[in-house]
């Protein structure tokens, strides 16, 4: 059923969540979480493809989800079915050692996910914001909705490339407008970015939320707490969905 949406940037009334029970998915360690996140969306994906006949995948990048990925890539699944794309992307060659896609090479590409099909939100030679429309067609030609998104968060609270700050920060939360993606500069990004919009990521039929470490922790709290925005912590965005974030896995 689909839940009243949050007035856009408006605080929240008052969110009967505590830190405990938000966090649903609570493990010992990065391996064991690694392994439970892996189960989860590989099912899901099989699922997906058992009713729609493929299934979609967002990504995030970062230092977070290297174990997961690595895990997901093994998973025996039927990967010729699957599309894969990131959840954001940083403006730099796919070979440089802050691409997210060289991850994705590095990691769930190694296995047997390899027999997917990748489609980047990079492309050489255009500054992001003159890239929007190539990249918007291309994730238009997918079969959307995404059926999993898997998304990281920063210690300032962005998830994807939706930064606080960032120069189209307004643009990309803005869930009355129907772009799928956009450019993204940041004061807390070290390059340009290319990043799924707000409601693309909300409109997926399984979201999760990685986060590592009890600085993010606190973070997720303080970004979820009454009277916060999501200008000044964008994962508050996710809440717009049904009124929880996603499931959230967390370890220490
Ligand atoms: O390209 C990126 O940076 C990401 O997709 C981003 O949204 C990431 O999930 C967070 O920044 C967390 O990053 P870490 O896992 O490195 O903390």
Redesign the pocket.
């Known amino acids: 059923m689909k839940m009243p949406t949050e007035t856009r940037l408006a605080p929240l009334p008052q969110l009967a969540l505590a830190d405990t029970a938000l966090i649903e998915h609570d493990y010992a360690d990065s391996h064991s979480l690694a392994d439970e996140l892996a189960a989860a969306v590989a099912n899901d994906l099989s699922d997906a493809i058992a009713t729609r006949g493929r299934a979609l995948l967002g990504l ?6 290297r174990q997961f990925l690595l895990r997901l890539g093994n998973k025996r699944l039927d990967w010729a079915k699957v599309d894969v794309t ?5 403006w730099v060659a796919e070979d440089d050692p802050r691409s ?1 896609t060289r991850l994705l090479q590095e990691t769930l590409f190694q296995g047997m996910a390899r027999a997917a099909r990748f489609t980047s939100l990079y492309t050489p030679l255009l500054q992001p914001e003159n890239a929007e429309d190539i990249i918007a067609a291309r994730i238009r030609s997918l079969a959307l909705p995404y059926d999993v998104i898997v ?5 300032d609270g ?4 939706l930064f606080p700050g960032g120069d189209n920060l307004a643009r990309a939360l803005d869930l009355g407008s129907d772009r799928l993606v956009t450019a993204m500069r940041a004061p807390g990004a070290s390059e340009p ?1 290319m990043s799924l919009t707000l409601s693309t990521l909300l409109a997926a039929d399984s979201l999760y939320l990685h986060i590592e470490g009890r600085t993010k922790r606190e973070v997720l709290a303080q970004a979820l707490a009454p009277g916060a925005h999501a200008a000044q912590w964008p994962v508050r965005g996710l809440m717009q969905r049904r009124g929880e974030p996603g499931r959230i896995y967390w370890c220490p």
Do not use: F, I, K, Y
Request: glycine letters at 18%.
């Open positions: 995030a990048g970062g230092t977070t989800p990131l959840v954001d992307e940083r997210n998304l990281g968060m920063g210690a962005h998830v994807a490339s970015r």
